[in-house]
């Protein structure tokens, strides 16, 4: 089964600042990798996914990641944090029958004035 | 269109009650799914709809059964709820084949058991 986590459950950084939110996945086989967002009482929203192809990916929001295969490493980023990115974040891999997606333990992001 | 809608939004049940979760989407979606969310743990899968007439056990099922009946609605139910159970629940909707399709979220239902 595959698997995924994500270093740091929070992140706090300056309104501004490069956002960097980390996700390492293991797999067996080639994963489909995605980045969902999550407002506070809100569903999950996707910000971007890998499928194959370029493996720097955009997103929504300014959003980017970047698979690295060497490294089994897919993380976020934004280069400057706004206010409203203040939110949880989700890494997941799809995997098997059913296309069912298995997420990281998530990271929540506070953006600081 | 609504996307994925969730009823109800929040409830309250006693140890023991019964409760229907039910999931609708309008986008002629094949897959559904239904996941739990608790702190520090991500979302769970709980059940999951490959189609019409199917269901299948996700990574924790107990204590819930699922139905769909019609394409678009994916009901949960829990026949003797638990405080365990006290979770904040997702229903999800995806086109189908292809491990690169994503799933369409509903605003999700915040249930307490106590």
């Known amino acids: 089964a595959q698997s995924v986590t994500q270093l740091g459950s929070h992140v706090s950084v300056s309104e501004g600042a490069l956002v960097l939110l980390r996700c390492n996945y293991s797999?067996?086989?080639?994963?489909?990798l995605f980045w969902y967002v999550q407002y506070p009482n809100q569903g999950l929203q996707l910000l971007l996914k890998?499928?194959?192809?370029?493996?720097l990916v955009k997103g929504i929001n300014g959003f980017e990641a970047e698979f690295k295969k060497s490294e089994t490493s897919f993380h976020l980023t934004k280069p400057s944090a706004h206010m409203s990115d203040a939110a949880e974040y989700f890494c997941a891999v799809s995997e098997g029958e059913g296309n069912k997606l298995v997420f990281g333990a998530g990271t929540i992001l506070r953006v600081k004035s | 269109n609504a996307g994925v809608t969730q009823t109800p939004k929040f409830r309250v049940l006693k140890t023991g009650q019964s409760m229907t979760l039910l999931c609708a989407q309008d986008m002629n979606h094949e897959y559904m799914y239904w996941y739990r969310q608790d702190p520090g743990m991500g979302l769970r899968l709980i059940h999951y709809?490959?189609?019409?007439?199917?269901?299948a056990k996700g990574e924790v099922p107990d204590g819930y059964n699922v139905s769909r009946l019609k394409k678009q609605n994916f009901l949960l139910g829990l026949e003797s709820a638990a405080p365990s159970q006290t979770s904040v629940y997702f229903c999800a909707s995806s086109y189908g084949l292809g491990l690169y399709n994503e799933q369409f979220f509903g605003p999700g239902t915040r249930l307490t058991v106590l």
């Open positions: 797999s067996s086989v080639p994963p489909y």
């Open positions: 709809s490959v189609g019409e007439g199917t269901t």
């Open positions: 890998y499928t194959t192809g370029a493996t």
